[in-house]
């Protein structure tokens, strides 16, 4: 009489990874990167935006271990897709990356989460809504008992030349910019303050919908606040080293010139 066989799900499957490895070298960080996953994310007292993250997740490896499982680094992320899952904020990375480093039983691990950022804004004369979107980009470490993060914002604005303005008769050329600020932040910092101080050191925001009294006010604001590549970093940095909640921060902004084959461009960073 044949015996019943052993169901596929009992038996015993070696666990290759937690073997030893004699080579005696620990690893720095090893992990996934490239990882997309659907996300919801809650900026302060905000509503909850739903994005899509391209994320990589990684920890640091003991000498004596031979691999990570990196199946767990995706379970991470797959129980915030849950319905019902809390959603990730800034706040919440700390808890985050120590639930990745309790799951893996390592000695410390990190997280890059970048995603896409809707902001439904109001056209200022006609009041048209539409939506605009923004580069986010978090990062958090937590290594031996230490933690540390950033958050960087890009945010998308208009620069018209002061010098243009001040020789020429007939107007001034302006262009789009982009102005980046990365912060490592000694409390929470909501995303749409850092993208409002962005916004407000430009000569004019950007609007996904204007109507044409909303044209005319957009082009005449920028007309009235001239920004060099200069003055958007220095206004930006400004701000940010007058507040007690940043220990380090970086501004960045890139002039995609009008009347250039290049882009003008301008770096400050401050207490890394």
């Known amino acids: 009489m044949n015996r019943p066989e052993t169901p596929a799900h009992l038996i015993p499957i070696p666990d290759v990874q937690s073997t030893r490895d004699e080579r005696k070298l620990a690893i720095d960080r090893v992990g996934i990167k490239g990882l997309r996953y659907p996300l919801s994310f809650a900026d302060g007292e905000d509503e909850v935006h739903a994005t899509t993250a391209t994320c990589a997740v990684y920890v640091e490896l003991p000498e004596e271990q031979k691999g990570t499982h990196m199946s767990r680094l995706v379970a991470l992320f797959e129980e915030r897709a849950l319905p019902g899952a809390a959603p990730l904020s800034v706040a919440g990375l ?162 995609f010139e009008s009347i250039h084959n290049h882009s003008a461009y301008a770096r400050i960073a401050r207490g890394w």
């Open 94 to 255: 700390r808890d985050f990356v120590s639930a990745l480093v309790a799951r893996l039983h390592a000695p410390g691990g990190s997280v890059e989460i970048e995603f896409p950022f809707f902001v439904r804004k109001i056209a200022p004369v006609s009041g048209v809504a539409s939506l605009i979107d923004y580069d986010v980009r978090l990062t958090a470490e937590l290594s031996r008992g230490r933690f540390a993060s950033t958050v960087s914002v890009r945010a998308p604005v208009t620069s018209l030349c002061p010098c243009s303005k001040e020789i020429s008769e007939y107007g001034a050329h302006n262009q789009r910019s982009l102005v980046t600020i990365t912060v490592r932040p000694r409390e929470t910092a909501g995303i749409g303050e850092l993208l409002r101080i962005a916004e407000d050191e430009a000569s004019c925001e950007l609007y996904g919908i204007l109507k044409r009294a909303d044209e005319k006010y957009v082009t005449e604001r920028a007309y009235d606040n001239p920004r060099f590549v200069e003055d958007l970093v220095r206004g930006v940095a400004s701000r940010l080293a007058a507040d007690p909640r940043f220990s380090a921060y970086t501004v960045e902004a890139e002039n």
